[in-house]
Nanobody, 124 residues
Framework: QVQLVESGGGLVQAGGSLRLSCAAS????????MGWFRQAPGKEREFVAV????????RYADSVKGRFTISRDNAKNTVYLQMNSLKFEDTAVYYC?????????????????WGQGTQVTVSS
């Protein structure tokens, strides 16, 4: 069982930066791939980024590529999402998710554990 808690969201002006964190607990064994997803009002949940358990592979949605960076520190059981050059269109609730290691998966249906989300609001 894995518990995930996101933090770091808030209000930021367009062009600014935020760093989201997702702290995982409850794992005594096993390795997990970690992903970030987001959901804006009136829209479906969408994939943002994923990182494999070792950090050796990452993948990003085209909409955030070059602006966002996903990373992890397994010693701290934490995954991060550094968001730069934020746009109004990035406004959403951001969720982190975990799945047993297996490789890059961009569908939310492939993730078993989810955090409660953190709000990111970008003002224009």
């Amino acid at each position: 069982q894995v518990q995930l808690v996101e933090s770091g969201g808030g209000l930021v002006q367009a062009g600014g930066s935020l760093r989201l964190s997702c702290a995982a607990s409850g794992r005594s064994s096993g390795s997990y791939d970690m992903g970030w997803f987001r959901q804006a009002p009136g829209k479906e949940r969408e994939f943002v980024a994923v990182i494999t358990w070792s950090g050796s592979q990452t993948r990003y949605a085209d909409s955030v590529k070059g602006r966002f960076t996903i990373s992890r520190d397994n010693a701290k059981n934490t995954v991060y999402l550094q968001m730069n050059s934020l746009k109004f269109e990035d406004t959403a609730v951001y969720y982190c998710a975990a799945r047993r290691r297996g490789g890059i998966v961009t569908s939310g249906e492939g993730y078993e554990y989810w955090g409660q989300g953190t709000q990111v609001t970008v003002s224009s």
